[in-house]
């Protein structure tokens, strides 16, 4: 092997890994990855991707069948479900990564320090953790809502610190098993600090669990934010997410089922995509897990 | 096995006591003083303010209030609603059984379909079967549980005319939101299951019981079942605890009137006191259902007592 590789080798090495990377998905993982992508597109420029403005009310338009002018139809307002289901990506997947972050921002230090450090650090996290998440599922988010409030931005705190236990969790079992090995033993023989050992040795290694539990996350956060906005307790009207486009539709699905169904069936088909890619991922990265 | 149940006694007690104390805390948790945040929005003279302060005894010491908050739980005193003014304990006892009820039934369902589909799609595994399960269950992993009720009441009540919409006086009612709650938890089980099963198939003693001629039945109901369930236990009281957060949403979609959908009404409404007893009661059936199935678990399973 060559000892000095150029810069450019080294970055086209990179780049080299994600096409087998890719070749290994399954056809569904890899209709999904399109899938995350195509809806992701509106995270950028709605303003381009969208019909119609998605919050104007047209009195004229109300109740309008999918047709040619609108495509998904109008609801109880006459405003365009596509244009709305444009924007409402914006919000559900803005409210999905941001929530997944925090919760990584949370999980990740307190993770590594309770791992790490073991002792009475981790004795209190744990019992913290253990605490915290004996408010299941949804109930944590509901509990952080109620303190500060409805609406979008905190919705997205409320799911953030909602998950964080859980990661918490996996963060310190990855940590846990990564300690006991004979590298970190090398770094502390060789005096390296516990700082540098948990940055460049620790770290690295739990983030391929971290990568799946992240990913997963995302689909729950998804599903927690947009019931929070079918709740009520999230996004507020006339701001644009699928869980509030569901609700809104909700006294109309006898006839009018077009103002449900495609906000509901846009949010199964993103969270089914990302569970699939999660499942992929898990199998490539770490095969334990399965 | 004494030590065992003791020490997990204990630490469910120290969770039950954390629980109470973030419920507790969750009023002065709020930006602002507490005892205007129990008038909520309306316009209140500051006199008035004060009064309740000093009957709720919100101008005392933190620990003082807690001690008094731990005093009247244990008694089951938990506060009046303020819109009604009801004692919260009484609407949690209206509410408890219609929550209790669609929660023991989703989980009856999820347990019964999720090992029994776990089983069918282990015992054919990579046939259409096996693929149709694994689909079923993907959806109901993925479809937030909102989307999955009004798919139900649209099919089945809409079109078909076979279940109520809403309410729930008879068990006609209960058919859709416990299917609807159930899916989701049954999805996870069934894929514990099948994988699990997959496993134990896979192992020595599975190998010598088709070699002394065991029947492919007794072999999945006899030999592999009992070690492949070992785990779905502690899952199925996780599940237990998703289950009773989801009865949140299900409730609010079929208009049951639980203790999820008093906890939603009262946090819109900003009715402190409600919102605690509501948490308070989820959170605490949730520790509770935990704590039984480890206790099952330690004692079905000995390397976890001495684990």
Known sequence: MAIALSRTQMQRGRWSRVVPFLQRLSPAAKLSLVIVFCLSLPLIAPRWLAPYDPTAVAPSEIFQPPSARHWLGTDQFGRDILSRLIYGARNSLTLGLVSVSLSVLISVPLGLAAGYYRGPLDAVTMRVVDIVMAFPGILLALVVIAILGPGLTNAMIAVGIGEAPAYTRVVRGSTLVVREQSYIEAARAIGTRDYRIIKDYVFPNVIQALIVIATVGFAVAIVIGSSLGFLGLGAQPPAAEWGTMVSDGRNYLRTEWWISAFPGATIGMVVLAINVLGDALRDILDPRLR | ????????????????????????????????????????????????????????????????????????????????????????????????????????????????????????????????????????????????????????????????????????????????????????????????????????????????????GVTKRRILAWHALRNGLIPVITVASVQFGTLLGGAVVVETVFARDGVGRMLVLAILQKDFPEVQGAVLILALAYSFSNLLADLFYGFIDPRVRYG
Do not use: C
């Open chain 2, 1 to 212: 096995m004494v030590r065992f149940i003791l020490h997990r006694v204990l630490q469910s007690i120290l969770v039950v006591f954390g629980v109470l104390v973030i419920v507790f805390l969750m009023v002065h948790l709020v930006p602002g003083d507490p005892a205007q945040v129990l008038f909520g929005d309306a316009p209140v003279p500051k006199a008035q303010v004060e009064e309740v302060r000093h009957a709720l005894g919100l101008d005392q010491p933190l620990p003082f209030q807690l001690a008094r908050y731990l005093h009247g739980a244990a008694r089951g005193d938990l506060g009046r609603s303020l819109k009604t003014d009801r004692p919260v304990a009484s609407d949690l006892a209206r509410a408890i059984p219609s929550t209790a009820e669609l929660a023991i039934a989703a989980m009856a369902l999820a347990v019964a379909g999720g090992v029994f589909f776990g089983i069918v799609s282990a015992s054919s595994r990579n046939t259409w079967l096996d693929s149709g399960v694994s689909i079923l269950a993907l959806l109901g992993i993925s479809f937030p549980t909102f989307w999955t009720g009004l798919l139900l009441i649209w099919l089945f009540s809409v079109r078909l005319e076979w279940f109520p919409i809403t309410g729930q006086h008879s068990l006609r009612h209960l058919v859709l939101p416990a299917v609807t709650l159930g899916w989701y938890a049954g999805a996870i089980l069934a894929r514990l299951v099948r994988s699990g099963m997959l496993e134990v198939l896979g192992q020595d003693y599975i190998r010598t019981a088709w070699a002394k």
